[in-house]
């Protein structure tokens, strides 16, 4: 298939991934849901599962309000309120990592009105990345592999546990490459086109998005198309649950050269080390792996890498792109915008959304405003 079509349908998977999600049980996939890029995904794969992302949705909120207060983030409650409409069904179960209150509450409510076989909660460490925290870490993903094995009824042997990572960090690999190759060639791959086509990898079995990064990658190294000059951000933040935010900045002429967010960059951050036991191996790549503001480890280490990736991308600008009400991440912004400003004299944005009152009229506005800042215009 040409890239460009494969591009388009991974366009078009972002968009709206759940008609293809649903036809998984038809053809045999057993899909678990999973809400944060700390899942680990290896475990699930290893099981004979499909590990699938859920960010939410463009609609109208039915029957989550009865549950999740209005203030909770716009992608729990978009989620919640699909399972509870019976639009999830095709799902198993679903996996809940402790991260921030809202996801923390939305297990218990998730398991208590719901009837998915499957349910499964990761608890992690509040201070990530320091010597005490890993040894708990390491029971806390033996536990959950426990878990998935007690609802199997049989054990997940070690060897498909390693081909797992095999198989997820051949995957990061390629998408390391795939982000180096917008930033380095933007004529060959743009910014839009190379994040569609890492997030497609939420909705397919990893083997298949394996096969789809390798044909996009071997077709846009062998290309030599020169792109017209476009102004270079980066985008930080938590989800993108659909590819407005990056459409519009195409439109406005203005390119992502690199990303900080959980379905982006931070996602594929960090390989699992093949050479030690699977357990800790998935562990430590959770541990040592860049933080989300969800987890607590010194601030400096998120503005040094922020600085640093606006510094090796060539970004003119950054847009921090957020969930309404997501705390863990407002948090952090005053910080990181003097970080920006004082240190590089990079300008900033700061753009709330919230699923079930989208406006792309307004996105457009504030965007094409922050641009002209940026141009001088």
């Not at 463009?58 to 999740?68: E, G, M, N, S």
């Not at 004529?187 to 990893?206: E, K, N, P, Y």
């Amino acid at each position: 298939m040409d890239a460009r079509m494969t591009v388009e349908e991974c366009l078009e998977m972002w968009r709206n991934p759940y008609p293809r999600l649903a036809r998984m049980r038809e053809e045999g996939e057993r899909p678990v849901a999973f809400f944060c890029s700390y899942t680990p995904e290896e475990i699930l794969h290893a099981a004979g599962f499909t590990p699938v992302r859920l960010m939410g949705a463009v609609r109208t909120i039915t029957h989550a309000d009865a549950h999740l207060q209005a203030y909770c983030c716009s992608l729990a409650r978009t989620d919640l309120d699909m399972a509870l409409a019976g639009e999830l069904d095709f799902l198993e179960g679903a996996v809940f990592v402790q991260t921030c209150d809202t996801m923390m509450r939305l297990s218990d409510i998730w398991r208590r009105n719901t009837s998915f076989p499957f349910h499964g909660d990761l608890v992690l460490p509040i201070r990530m990345g320091e010597e005490i925290s890993l040894p708990f870490l390491v029971e806390e993903v033996r536990r959950f592999r426990g878990r998935v094995e007690e609802y199997l009824g049989r054990s997940i042997r070690d060897d498909a546990l390693e081909e797992s990572i095999h198989v997820y960090n051949r995957n990061r690999r390629m998408a390391d490459r795939l982000y180096l190759l917008r930033r380095e060639r933007p004529g060959a791959l743009d910014g839009l086109s190379a994040t569609a086509c890492l997030v497609a990898g939420f909705w397919m079995r990893r083997e298949k998005h394996n096969d789809l990064l390798h044909h996009i990658l071997e077709e846009a190294e062998a290309g030599k198309e020169k792109a017209a000059e476009k102004l270079p951000l980066l985008v930080s933040g938590s989800v993108c649950a659909t590819p407005d935010l990056y459409e519009l900045l195409a439109e406005l002429d203005a390119e992502v050269v690199d990303d900080d967010l959980c379905c982006g960059h931070r996602y594929f951050d960090a390989f699992a080390d093949e050479n030690i036991s699977p357990e800790e191996a998935l562990a430590r790549r959770l541990w040592q792996r860049v933080n989300c503001p969800a987890k607590h480890q010194c601030l400096e280490d998120r503005a040094e890498r922020l600085l640093r990736q606006v510094g090796d991308s060539g970004a003119k600008g950054v847009v921090f792109f957020l969930q309404s009400f997501c705390e863990p991440h407002l948090f952090d912004i005053p910080y990181l915008r003097n970080r920006l400003r004082e240190e590089l004299g990079i300008p900033s944005l700061v753009l709330e959304s919230e699923l079930q009152s989208f406006s792309r009229g307004q996105l457009r506005t504030r965007l094409q405003a922050f641009l002209e800042t940026i141009r001088g215009v």
